[in-house]
C-alpha cells in the first residue's frame, strides 16, 4: 500500500496535462492561503474556548514530511475544525474519512457525518493539494469536473480546495483556506491508531463482529 501511494503521488505530477483543471473560484484561494489562515487564527486563538483551542493546537503542530515520504493510504479518523466566521472556533465530532490510491495521483473521502467532501489530491509543484466537492449527507456526491466555471456553492454542495500535509505516522490535515460558507478557514485533523495498535485491532475485530 505504501509502495502504491508513493507511485500515486510520483505519476501525479507526470500526469498532471490529464488532471481537471483548477478553477478560478479555487485558485483564488489557494492563493490567498496565508492571509485567510491568518486572520482566522487570530479570531480562533483571542476567543476559542481552552480545550477547542488545545486541539487547533495539537491539530497544527508538526512539520509536514516531504510529499513521497507520507503513508496517507488507508482509513483516518477526521474533525472539522472551523475557524473565523459565524463563530471564532468550532470544533465537530470525530468521523471517518480515508485516501486511496488511483492510479495517477489517489482520491480522498469522508464519508460519514452530516458534511461530507469526495476528490482527489494531486501535486501542485512540491505541495500536495485537495480538490473536491462538500457536501451534505442527504445529496449524491458531485465530481469537481461537473462544477460549473463561474463562482459557485450553496447550501447543499460547495467546491474545495485545500492543502494537504502528514505530520507522522499517525496524523495529518487538510487546511481549507475561505470556505464558501459558514468559516474564514477550515482544518480536517485526521488521526489513526499506531501500526502496534492496529494490528491489535485487527486481531481482536472479527470476534466483535
Known sequence: MIRGLVFALAMAGAAQAEETPMRAQEQTRLDEFQASAGKALLQALSAGSLGDVDLLQEAMSGVPLAPLATTLAGEWDCRTIKLGGLTPLTVYAPFKCAFAPDGTAFTFEKFTGSQRTQGRVTMQGRTMVYLGVGYIADEEPMDYAALPAESFGDGSYQPQVGIVEQTGPTAARIMFPDP??????DVLYLT???????????AVAPENQ
Do not use: C, G, K, Y
Request: no cysteine.
Open 192 to 202: 489513526r491508531p499506531a501500526l502496534a495498535d492496529a494490528q491489535e485491532i485487527e
Open 180 to 185: 464558501v460558507t459558514e468559516s474564514d478557514f
